[in-house]
């Protein structure tokens, strides 16, 4: 392994189950990974092998059938896949998400249905927040769920739904104002909102009554895994499928979820950086210019010093916000930074990595092409830079109240 980005403190577990990934991703994503991107096609091969090593399962509890391992020993795995290629990355991570959610919000009977089959990948996770029309402010969702005896009848149509034709499990967020005046639906948007389990059938069209998943959205990057939109009209769910059993906890439920995916996506960040820094150094000691090589030149080398600190200060703060989560307090300002500063640090290197390349890197023939395209997804998922600094300076000021 690189001298870069090595993480102290692991157990032997821990660092077993960090080769066998990194194996993995060596042998089994790196070599096909930009023939794949660049066909847009689903890694089936790659998704039965995670599916084997049990990654699907890896923070499912021991009594669930999953590993039981930590944020941090997650999202070290989830660097090292996205160092490999930053779409299988993405296809686990709604699947933890709804996972999570489940094991700390949902009733025992939720928790016994569903996360045996998630650990072994027989359901496999998405989760939906964002519309067409409001992106960032989730507080200003339509979607609606209206009680009809047992049931609740959902109507509206979602936005970016990552692994929306594949997933078999799909956790909502609705408005359902159950209990709630119209003035204080209005002052408390955030009391109004419901998360509700929606099984399906994989693929496209109307996979359900009331259910529908068009096609996928073609994308700049990020390719392989489905992107879609979600249109529900009149979809019947059993109210035993409202996660936790009871209205109104949906919103927390959800930002719970995008806390510890925040991590997640800051670990897509390290690793995609990590690739980038692999390739750029790879290839300075490679190309030569005025009788030597690259590497040798100044310009050169401190391209690669600026890139090696901001690989190895990203991952400080990625494994930071994990193992601040695991020890039970709140991390949402250590996941926000991380998130942001992974995120903007992930583009700067692989910016340099593309310049490094020089014409080439515009090549669909190199690999620095493909993580050109993917890193500005990370600029924008689980919340874009923008909503990292409100959340970031919001806690900083509560951390550091002025006492007049």
Known sequence: MSRLAQTEGLNEIQRDILTTVRDFVDKEILPVATELEHRDEYPSQIVEGLKELGVFGLMIPEEYGGL???????????????????????????????????????????????????????????????EPALGSDVSSITSKGVRDGDDFLLTGQKMWLTNGGTSSLVAVLCRTDEGLSPEEAAAKPHRSMTTFLVEKEPGFGEVRPGLTIPGKIDKMGYKGVDTTEMIMDGLRVPADRVLGGATGRGFYQMMDGVEVGRVNVAARGCGVAQRAFELGVSYAQQRHTFGKPIAQHQAIQFKLAEMGTKVEAAH?????????????????????????????????????????????????????????????????????????????????????????
């Open 68 to 130: 039981g391992e930590s944020l941090l020993t997650y999202a070290l795995c989830v660097e090292e896949i996205a160092r490999g290629w930053m779409s299988v990355s993405g296809i686990i991570n709604t699947h933890f998400i709804v996972a999570y959610m489940l094991k700390q919000h949902g009733t025992q009977e939720q928790r016994d249905y569903f996360l045996p089959k998630m650990a072994a990948g027989e359901i496999r996770g998405a989760f939906s927040m964002s």
């Open 316 to 404: 400080a703060m990625m494994v930071n916000a994990a193992r601040k989560k695991d020890s039970g307090q709140r991390n949402d300002l250590e996941a926000g930074m991380a998130k942001y500063l992974a995120s903007e640090y992930c583009k700067e290197v692989v910016e340099d990595a593309f310049r490094i390349h020089g014409g080439y890197g515009f090549s669909k023939e190199y690999e620095i092409e493909r993580l050109y395209r993917e890193a500005p997804m990370l600029l924008i998922g689980e919340g874009t830079a923008e909503i990292q600094k409100m959340i970031i300076g919001r806690r900083l000021l509560e951390e550091y109240h002025f006492q007049g």
